[in-house]
């Protein structure tokens, strides 16, 4: 007996060591209000949304950051109640209206068929991971933006909210404070270009001119100023319709997709040239009795239609590969 009342003392000290405190759970809902201001030079967005917190516990989480927030000097955020509310249930309850700037590095390679993940990220600076950690509030509506929400030239695909962790993987110079994990907050926010904009907008104009240079291969061989003139004039509109788009975009490092259709564009024009100078040649090299001018005609019709050919499935491999 006197063993058994011992062993059962040592498990009642070693249980309270032995137990893992379970972190204080903060259940978040965001609703985004207004969305603009996409500034693709800076890599930010302009965000105007609510945010509310609902939890049991001693950790007030209303002390949080938002991590990518950029001019922090211009943030607004204004509290749904003047102290935290007790809701039925013992849940404390507080929630804010905040208007700021946040950044969002945009990728461009797939533009104009480019599509980005709006972010912004919440961590509480002072709790890490195992004493706070937020969740997505589940009791209310999955409803995380307006209806009414438009964003010019944009379309809004969808809403989500995410929770994950977040180790920064630094101690930042006190060994007193090692890394660790944080509670990353996310609401997420998916837009992408229309795909008439790309159709209509830059691939249509840009295929005109494509079929104006290959309608060179379409006239009688003997008639060498008008052949020479349209293939020439492609080029001069092409590269025009290439200047247009690019001042719409930051300058970046690498080639976007519209660049690599237009660099096909260039390549089947230049072709086009060639042919032509070839032809030029052998008629000014021979007399029109020595050269079978029909024959030549339907090759370069044949041409024309490969050239068209390359062109289509040139653009469909590009497109299905970004």
Aim: glycine share 6%.
């Amino acid at each position: 007996m006197k063993r058994k009342s011992k062993l059962l003392i040592w498990l009642a000290l070693l249980l309270p060591l032995l137990a893992i405190a379970e972190p204080q759970k903060v259940y978040t809902g965001v609703y985004m209000m207004n969305l603009y201001d996409l500034n693709l030079d800076e890599h930010s967005f302009y965000a105007d949304f609510y945010i509310w917190f609902k939890w049991k516990g001693d950790i007030d989480p209303t002390g949080m950051e938002f991590v990518n927030m950029v001019e922090k000097w211009g943030m607004t955020q204004e509290p749904f109640e003047d102290t935290i509310i007790t809701l039925d249930g013992g849940w404390n309850y507080q929630g804010y209206r905040v208007e700021g700037r946040f950044f969002h590095p945009f990728e461009l390679e797939d533009f104009p068929l480019d599509k980005h993940l709006l972010e912004i990220h919440i961590e509480h600076p002072d709790h890490p991971a195992d004493a706070l950690i937020f969740v997505k509030d589940t009791t209310s509506a999955p409803i995380y933006f307006r209806k009414e929400l438009t964003l010019a030239g944009w379309d809004i695909l969808g809403s989500d909210l995410i929770s994950k962790m977040h180790n920064y993987g630094t101690d930042f110079g006190n060994p007193d404070y090692p890394a660790t994990n944080f509670s990353d907050f996310v609401f997420r926010f998916t837009i992408s270009r229309p795909v008439s904009y790309f159709a209509l907008k830059l691939l249509l104009p840009l295929t005109i001119v494509i079929l104006a240079a290959l309608g060179a291969l379409l006239f009688f061989p003997s008639y060498v100023d008008a052949r020479i003139s349209l293939p020439v004039g492609s080029l001069l509109t092409a590269v025009f319709l290439q200047q247009s788009y690019s001042d719409a975009l930051p300058d970046v490092g690498y080639m976007v997709l519209m660049d690599k259709i237009y660099l096909l564009a260039f390549g089947l024009i230049a072709a086009v040239m060639f042919q032509l100078i070839l032809t030029g040649n052998m008629l000014s090299r021979f007399k029109k009795k020595e050269l079978d001018l029909i024959r030549l005609k339907k090759r370069e019709q044949k041409m024309a239609i490969l050239f068209l050919s390359i062109y289509v499935v040139g653009v469909g491999i590009l497109v299905g590969l970004s």
